[in-house]
């Protein structure tokens, strides 16, 4: 009978516990963008939210150019996909020419270049295929597209059926809620 009291308890402490850690990591976050930009990070951060709010993926695309180069800091991640990643949102090459239709050594080489050095092209890309993804789960009539789309961004086709693709969907959000609070109180404008 104690172990379930025990047990019991430290469930409920879990549950309690939850939204203490999110605004602690929230409040880390907030910090980060508050004391640790440069100038050029914090253009990327404009323009990601210009690219996107068309799209209304604003604070989604600020969040992804976060997660995946710090506003542009590393733009390669050659250990990411058969090909590797590239650009402000770590596009996948492999990715990257699907949906331009090209193939061959050359073509790898000028779109890795493209979204390593063209911040419209970059953005380009990963509005594309967060848009393919949006299409798909659209398809599938889920339940929580923007999740599933976030969690396809990194997992692919596993999307929330998989741990990182839920990793993923959880620290875009936090970023997500860290970015809203920075803009709510910078002097950035739009």
Known sequence: MLQKILLLALV???LHS???CE???VDVYYKQLRETLSYNQKEVLVSSYLAGKPY???YTLMAIAWKESVFGKFKINLADGRKGSFGIYHCLLDSALKRLGRKGKWADSRVAEKLIFDRTFSQKMAISELKFWDRYWSSKKTKYKWS???ASYNAGYKSLNSKCG???LEDIKLRI???KKYIKHSNLSY
């Open 148 to 150: 599933h789309v976030i």
């Open 177 to 179: 809620k860290a970015l």
């Open 12 to 14: 409920i402490s879990s």
């Open 23 to 25: 605004k602690k990591i």
């Open 18 to 20: 939850k939204p203490t």
């Open 166 to 168: 839920k990793k993923y």
């Open 56 to 58: 209304d993926l604003e």
